[in-house]
């Protein structure tokens, strides 16, 4: 069933992500169209976040991303303040962000999809200069 009337989700593991069916189908001109949940995305190329996971104060795995607390190797990131203590301290659901979150180096790795994985081409630019 490929259902995704009332929120994001991706049910037929489109390569793109998650997406979700539009309510004015004039705005996308078409009657769906790409988006993130409502807590950010929990896809990473070959991981994905530890559905639903959250910290003792409610911070997602979006959260430690968006937030640079923490670095894909485990270590606390630039903007952790060290006075918060250390993430043990947000232990929550059977995880911390080490184990629950893919910007942490957790999460849950799929090794089919890391084999079809892209990669991006290094120093490539379009004719405007985006990279």
Do not use: M
Not at 39 to 44: D, K, L, M, V, W
Not at 100 to 125: F, V
């Amino acid at each position: 069933d490929l259902s995704c009337n009332n929120y994001c989700c991706n049910p037929d593991d489109d390569e793109f992500g998650n997406w979700c069916f539009v309510k004015d189908e004039k705005c996308e001109d078409a009657p769906w169209g790409y988006c993130q949940p409502a807590n950010g995305p929990s896809e990473h190329g070959s991981c994905t976040d530890v559905e639903g996971w959250s910290d003792v104060e409610g911070d997602t795995c979006w959260s430690y991303e968006e937030g640079g607390w923490c670095n894909s190797d485990g270590t606390p990131g630039a903007k952790w303040d060290r006075s918060w203590g250390n993430f043990l301290d947000y232990f929550s659901d059977g995880h911390t962000a080490i184990s629950a979150c893919c910007t942490c180096g957790g999460g849950i790795k799929n090794e089919a999809l890391a084999a079809k994985a892209c990669s991006d081409i290094a120093g490539w630019r379009d004719p405007d200069g985006d990279g």
